[in-house]
């Protein structure tokens, strides 16, 4: 059974930049797409940036341009840089791991706070 352990979550000034980490611990996939998700109060969770075992990445409209997320090879885990964060960006982030091949596996993180506020 895959883990996950996520940090970096805090709080950050509007138009600061914060660091978010996520590891994998378990049996891994050799086919797999990871990132992070992100949900406020009374809303749907969404797409913030994910990236695949051979680092395709997909990234959210509301975040493209402004976050980058990466991969650490020497172990199945994502980083998450965020900069030029605005008040919005207030949310619940969500590390996710989807594996693919050849098991399958779909594990959500307890989920990290990031709070945008002056």
């Known amino acids: 059974q895959v883990h996950l352990v996520e940090s970096g979550g805090g709080l950050v000034q509007p138009g600061g930049s914060l660091s978010l980490s996520c590891a994998a611990f378990?049996?891994?996939?050799?086919?797999?797409?990871m990132g992070w998700f992100r949900q406020a109060p009374g809303k749907q969770r969404e797409l913030v940036a994910t990236?695949?075992?051979?680092?395709?990445?997909r990234y959210g409209a509301s975040v493209r341009g402004r976050f980058t997320i990466s991969r650490d090879y020497s172990k199945i885990a994502v980083y998450l840089h965020m900069s030029t964060l605005k008040p919005e960006d207030t949310d619940t982030y969500y590390c996710?791991?989807?594996?693919?091949?050849?098991?399958?596996?779909?594990?959500w993180g307890q989920g990290t706070q990031v709070t945008v506020s002056s």
């Open positions: 996710h791991f989807v594996g693919l091949w050849p098991d399958t596996a779909d594990i």
């Open positions: 378990g049996n891994m996939s050799s086919l797999f797409v």
């Open positions: 990236i695949t075992n051979v680092n395709t990445t």
